[in-house]
């Protein structure tokens, strides 16, 4: 396994995926009852943006970079911009870039609870850093997909899990996927889930789509955002977040974060978006079709 996620953090992939992240946990921790916040692949939970790895990529440039430098954002883009820049406000890490668990502890309270599961050690090392005197967090140095069993139904009986995985196993990764949620719904069905995925061509993505309509899961959202047409299997033209039993309202809070991403991101003219509900839910938002 060669994936670090430093070479690539603060993309235009973490803008959406963060975006999607912090609605979901403002939705989940306006109720006051606890919550459990489960990721089956954490990552290295902080990154620096000056550091070598992401001066060898710099994709954060057309990322949270541009984002940062926008003078007017949608709601969630700017609740999601507020947190990165929470980081840095002290001054003394100006290029800090919070992974998915630190933006999860940035808006869980004392009450929650983070299960964190990752199996790169350089990755768990930082990890243990980032967290160290947080007592609401546990980290799991293991595979997160298999982790799920233990780890679900968490007791509080009410949470998130995000699985973000590096889709180095290409295909193979949409099949583990379905796999690990499809055993995590029967053992938590009222569970919230949200899954990263990459967009290259766009029929690699389609058997996953079809999966999640016929799974038996009760409501699925999907947001989507593509920087160019889904025409190549060699560039990451895209990324999409799966959302099942999603909170209420999400695709309104989504829907004005979506439409305005592809020109904050300079990919006004070949981009696009799609925010559509796949399973279940209402009458979609307006604007927006069924997928
Ligand atoms: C895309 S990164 C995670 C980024 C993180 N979720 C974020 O948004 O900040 C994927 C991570 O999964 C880890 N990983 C790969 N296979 C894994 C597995 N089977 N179980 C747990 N972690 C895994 C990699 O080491 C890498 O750190």
């Known amino acids: 396994m ?15 995926k963060h975006t999607v992240l912090v609605a979901l946990l403002r939705a989940l921790t306006r109720k006051e009852a606890p919550l459990a916040y489960i990721e089956t692949h954490a990552g290295a939970g902080r990154y620096d943006l000056a550091g070598a790895e992401a001066a060898k990529t710099r994709e ?4 949270i970079d541009r984002v940062l430098q926008a003078p007017r954002l949608p709601p969630a883009v700017g609740d999601y911009v507020g947190i990165v820049a929470a980081g840095r406000a002290d001054g003394r890490s100006p290029g800090e870039y919070p992974g998915s668990p630190l933006i999860a502890a940035r808006l869980l309270r004392p009450q929650d609870r983070l299960l964190l599961c990752e199996v790169d050690d350089t990755a768990c090392a930082a990890l243990r850093l980032a967290f160290a005197g947080d007592p609401r967090a546990a980290l799991h140095r293991r595979d997160g997909y298999a982790a799920l069993a233990a780890l679900l139904p968490p007791r509080e009986r009410r949470g998130l899990v995000l699985i973000d995985p590096p889709f180095e196993a290409q295909d193979a990764e949409f099949r583990a996927i379905e796999a690990a949620l ?6 938590f069905p009222q569970g919230m889930y949200a899954v ?24 699925v959202l999907l947001a989507e955002l593509l920087l160019r047409p889904a025409d190549s299997a060699r560039t990451l033209n895209g990324c999409g977040m799966a959302i099942i039993n999603p909170p209420w309202q999400l695709d309104r809070t989504l829907a004005a974060a979506l439409a305005a991403l592809p020109g904050l991101l300079g990919a006004a003219g070949s981009g696009g978006q799609r925010l559509a509900w796949l399973v279940g839910a209402a009458a979609p938002a307006p604007g927006q079709g069924r997928g």
Do not use: Q, S
Request: one cysteine or more.
């Open 182 to 187: 499809a055993a995590a719904f029967r053992r």
């Open 196 to 219: 990263w995925y990459p967009i290259k061509l766009r029929r690699h993505v389609t058997p996953f789509h079809r999966w999640l309509r016929g799974c038996g899961m009760p409501e």
């Open 60 to 63: 954060h440039e057309a990322g």
């Open 2 to 16: 060669n994936y670090r996620h430093a070479f690539h953090a603060g993309n235009f992939a973490d803008v959406l």
